[in-house]
């Protein structure tokens, strides 16, 4: 089991910067892939960015260049630095930690973080 607490999250004006912090406890394997999905209102949830366990990423179009997703394996943490922000971005932000071992998926979600860009 995993457990996911964000953090960081808040009103800011477009333009601005926020970062996102997620620190996951207990038993989990050591290669897995962390990342950061958003929901606004009225859509589907979407891929933010993912960091895997050695340091790759995955970003979505519309934050790259922006966003950056970095982790801190002996801290268990991963952040999402936001910069530049835009009333786009406006969503609820929730940390994600997945991993597969032996045919079976682990996948959890923590509790979420709203993110609202005033322009």
């Known amino acids: 089991q995993v457990q996911l607490v964000e953090s960081g999250g808040g009103l800011v004006q477009a333009g601005g910067s926020l970062r996102l912090s997620c620190a996951a406890s207990?038993?989990?394997?050591?290669?897995?892939?962390m990342g950061w999905y958003r929901q606004a209102p009225g859509k589907q949830r979407e891929l933010v960015a993912t960091?895997?366990?050695?340091?790759?990423?995955n970003y979505a179009e519309s934050v790259k260049g922006r966003f950056t997703i970095s982790r801190d394996n002996a801290k268990n943490t991963v952040y999402l630095q936001m910069n530049s922000l835009k009333p786009e971005d406006t969503a609820v932000y929730s940390c994600n930690f997945f991993a597969r071992r032996l045919g079976k998926n682990y996948d959890y979600w923590g509790q979420g973080t709203q993110v609202t860009v005033s322009s």
């Open positions: 207990g038993s989990f394997f050591s290669s897995n892939v």
């Open positions: 960091i895997g366990s050695g340091g790759s990423t």
